[in-house]
Structures are given as structure tokens and as C-alpha cells.
């Protein structure tokens, strides 16, 4: 009898992983034509100053993360360490870092897969290590008693989350939110984020099993794309773009499966996102999570898109304000 439910659970467990190994080998990544689901002309604006050099902080595996420091004047300034979002880089908030300043000492760093200097371009070592890289930041960057912010935007956001619902969550005393990615089955969702990611399903679906039973060896293969506009990657800086995530790059920059419990564990936090996001339902924003925490700020501005909610005047209000809560 015994021999027999062994079978039976082994031929189960085989029979389930060939269904994940053919639904990973019947999906391959494509090359998509540049997409305009997203407006980055405001992210592209050539009318700044020229950005802050980067600089590099060293991690605990060695890698050297490339990082913006904007100091502050201020004695008693808190550290804003602000995490951009899917495939683009740190120079995205030189603008607002510039202007936020005045109250924090602010850190942006290109998380590794990204930027100039990506390591591997659009992957990592293992799901959590964003996590640590950021705990490996903080540490380096804070001074003894020092407040610590941890902001993103839209995926970065997303990372905030997760980063609060684990284990370094003590390192941070609150969160900036700017249109954060919740989850793709959040009611915050648009489908595919307005047009601007291709997830590889089948891919996604046959990874997950493996990785319910602990099978990770598989997790570099890429499973999103995204639609980068031609502007960018003809540009100036489209050799820095990143157009493709793995699996472990893409699960780790996202809160976990339960996102509402990531949720619950923020500090203190303000989020701020505009009307006319073309990725996400805005409006949707607080009523999905103030049924999980009552920590939060919520701040719509009119008529601003999801990339051009990073330099919206209104955005740099609402965060100086926050910061001096602090």
C-alpha cells in the first residue's frame, strides 16, 4: 500500500513538473515593436542641468551599486532613498532629488540590472537581493539616528512594499509612494500596465511551479518585456534602457503574492499619483489599501500621467512636507 502512494506521489510530482517545463519551453521572448504606452517626454527633458555624477556603494556580495547623492544642508535632515521604476535608471528623479534637498539627504541608486553599469542587464542573483541591496544602502548612507525614507515609483514603489513586508523592514521610519505597482490581479491594475509590459505567461505559470518545489534553476530566463518608446531607445540614453526581466528579477521588484500583507507592515507613508496614469486606476489607490493599514496619505494630482507624476510640482510639495514629519 505504502509503495503504491509513493508512485502515485511520485508520478504526480513528475507529471506536474514536464507541465511546467513545457510551458516554459513554449514560450519564447520576441522582439516587440516600440510601444507608446507610457510618455516619457517629460522624462526625457534635455532643459535640466546637467545630472549628478555617479558614485558607487559596495555590497555585500561585492557588486558595486552606482548611486546619485544629493546631501543636504540641513544638520538634521533626514535620508530619502528613492528606488525607480521598471526599465529605466536613477537619473529619473535627478529633478525632484535636486529639489528635495533643501529637506533630506537624498540617495537614488541604479538597482543592479539597470543603468550604465548593470552587472547583468535585466536580471539578478536571487529574488530577495533587491531587498538586500537596499538594507545594504541604508546601512552604508545613515547616519547614527538619522530618519529613513525609502520612496519608488511604479515598480519602485512596489518595491518599497516588499521591502517593508521583510526582513529589513526595521530599517525604515516611512515610505513615499509615487504610483506604485501593487500586483497585476490589484483593482489598481490596467491591463498590462497601459500597454507598457508584456508578461510571458505560460513562462510565469511554469516557473511558479518549479519554485513551489523549491526548483530555482531556471529563474534567469526573461518572462517580461516591455514596450520602450523609439524616442528613448534612439536617443542619447537608450543604451541604458532595460527591455527585459527575468524571473527572479521581475518577482523580486514587485511586493509578494499576498501584496495586501506587505501592505499592512509600511510605516508611516504618503502616496501620490495622477488622474490621468495611463498604467494604473489611481482612484483605486486608496480604497485597496486602507483596508489594510491606516498609515497612509493619499494624494491624487489632476490630469498628471504615471511618468510625469515624478516632477509634478505638487509632487515635491507633498513629500517636503511629509519629510518634515520627520
Partial sequence: ????????????????????????????????????????????????????????????????????FYPSLQDDAPLLVLVHGSGWHGMQFDGLARQLSATADVVVPDLRGHGTQPGRRGDIDYIDQFEDDLADLITAQAKPGQKVILGGHSSGGGLVVRFAGGVHRDLIDGAVLLAPFLKHNAPTMRPDAGGWSNPLLRRIIGLSMLNTVKITALNHLTIM???????????????TATTRYSYRLNTGFAPRGDYLGDVAKLPPFVLIAGTADEAFVATAYEASLSGATDKGQYVLVDGVGHLDIVNAPETAAVIEGFLNEF
Avoid: C, H
Wanted: aromatic share 4%.
Fill in 225 to 239: 518585456q516591455f514596450r520602450m518608446p523609439q524616442v528613448v531607445l534612439d536617443g542619447p540614453l537608450g543604451d
Fill in 1 to 68: 500500500m505504502i509503495g503504491k502512494v509513493l508512485i502515485f506521489v511520485g508520478t504526480s510530482i513528475l507529471v506536474t513538473l514536464l507541465i511546467a517545463v513545457g510551458l516554459i519551453l513554449s514560450q519564447r521572448p520576441t522582439d516587440l515593436p516600440p510601444g507608446d504606452g507610457l510618455n516619457f517626454t517629460g522624462t526625457l527633458d534635455t532643459d535640466r542641468p546637467e545630472p549628478q555624477a555617479l558614485s558607487s556603494v559596495r555590497m555585500r556580495d561585492g557588486y558595486e551599486v552606482q548611486v546619485r
